[in-house]
C-alpha cells in the first residue's frame, strides 16, 4: 500500500494527508535486536476470552534464527520450519498456524505471522514466551507486532511493548503527510498518537494537529466530540488545499502540491510547550500553523505558546 500510495503521490498536483494511527500508548508492539548464538524470550500477555490472535514478526530476510514458542503451562513448540506453505503446531488448548513469507519486489524483509486458534472457546489465557535463537545474524534487528483498532481483550499484550515505532499503515508511506495529534486545550502531545522510529529512513510524523476533543458532524445531522488522528488529518488536509489554492488557484506557484506543500508545512510547524529538539518521534516538526506557512506571507517565527490553529 505504502508503494502504491508513494507512486499516486508523485503523479502530481495533489498531497495525500493521513493519520498515525492510535496505538501510541497501548501494548501492541515490540521490538529488539539479537546477535549471533544469542537467545532473547519476548513475554506475551493474552488475557481471558481471546477468540483468537495473530502475531507478525519482522526482521531482516538475510538473518537466519530459530524461533520457538511456549505456552503458559510451559509447553514448548519449535524450533518451526522455514518453509512455504501454513505448518501447524499444538500447544496446550491452542493450535498454532504459522506461515514463513518471502521478500517482496519492494523490501528485503520476511514476515513471519503466527494465528493463535483455540480447540474450544479461546485462546489459553496467561504468559506465552516467544523464543528467538541467532544462528547467522548479518542485521539483528526485529520487530513484532499485535492487532490494533482495539480489536484485543484486556490484558493482551507484550509485557515490555516499545512505544517507539507504534506508526500504523499507511503513515509509513515516504511521500505522504503523516499527521500526529496533540491536545489543543492543553498543548501537549496525544499520548496515544503513534510515533515514529529511528529504525525509519525518514522522519515521521511529518507534524501534529489539534486530535483531542474535537467537535465534528455525525449520523443525525447532530455533532459530536471526537478524538483520534483521523481528527487531526483534516486540519492538514484543508490546510493543504489552502496553500495549494494561494499558490496553483491564485497563481502564486503553479508548482505548490506534493512535496513542497509537505516541506512548507514542516518549515511552518509551531513547537509545543514540551519539547526542545525538533524533528522528534511524537510531534515531528511541531504543531501545524498555516500562517508560518505561507511561502511569501511568513511573519517571524515565534516560541511563544501557540494558539490551537493558525
Known amino acids: 500500500m505504502e508503494t502504491y500510495l508513494d507512486s499516486v503521490s508523485a503523479m502530481g498536483r495533489n498531497v495525500i494527508c493521513t493519520g498515525m494511527g492510535n496505538n501510541g500508548d497501548d501494548a501492541l508492539h515490540f521490538g529488539g535486536k539479537l546477535e549471533n548464538r544469542e537467545i532473547q524470550e519476548i513475554e506475551l500477555g493474552i488475557g481471558p476470552y481471546e477468540p483468537a490472535l495473530n502475531l507478525q514478526l519482522w526482521k531482516a530476510y538475510e538473518d537466519e534464527i530459530k524461533i520457538y514458542v511456549e505456552n503458559p503451562s510451559g509447553i514448548r513448540i519449535g524450533p518451526l520450519e522455514e518453509r512455504m506453505g501454513a505448518q501447524r503446531w499444538r500447544a496446550g488448548n491452542t493450535n498454532l498456524l504459522i506461515y514463513y513469507g518471502k521478500p517482496a519486489p519492494y523490501h528485503v524483509t520476511q514476515e513471519i505471522y503466527f494465528e493463535f486458534l483455540p480447540d474450544a472457546l ?77 529504525e525509519l529512513p525518514y522522519g515521521k510524523p511529518d507534524l501534529t494537529a489539534p486530535g483531542v476533543g474535537i467537535t465534528a458532524p455525525r449520523t443525525g445531522g447532530d455533532y459530536g466530540s471526537y478524538t483520534g488522528t483521523s481528527f487531526a488529518v483534516p486540519f492538514v488536509s484543508g490546510s493543504a488545499a489552502l496553500l495549494m489554492e494561494w499558490g496553483i488557484i491564485k497563481g502564486n506557484d503553479p508548482y505548490l502540491y506534493g512535496e513542497k506543500v509537505k516541506a512548507y508545512l514542516r518549515r511552518g510547524a509551531r513547537p509545543l510547550p514540551e519539547y526542545k529538539q525538533y524533528p522528534n518521534y511524537e510531534v515531528g516538526w511541531g504543531a501545524l500553523c498555516v500562517t508560518q506557512s505561507l511561502p511569501q506571507e511568513r511573519i517571524a517565527p515565534s516560541t511563544d505558546r501557540i494558539s490551537p490553529v493558525t
Open 122 to 198: 479461546y485462546v489459553d489465557s496467561g504468559v506465552w514466551k516467544l523464543v528467538l535463537q541467532g544462528i547467522n545474524v548479518k542485521n539483528g534487528d526485529y520487530f513484532l507486532w499485535l492487532p490494533g483498532g482495539k480489536t484485543l481483550n484486556p490484558g493482551t499484550g507484550f509485557y515490555l511493548p516499545r512505544v517507539h515505532g507504534t506508526l500504523t499503515i499507511p503513515a509509513t508511506a515516504r511521500r505522504l503527510i503523516s499527521v500526529g495529534a496533540y491536545d489543543s486545550r492543553l498543548l501537549s502531545y496525544a499520548a496515544f498518537s503513534g510515533r515514529g522510529s529511528s
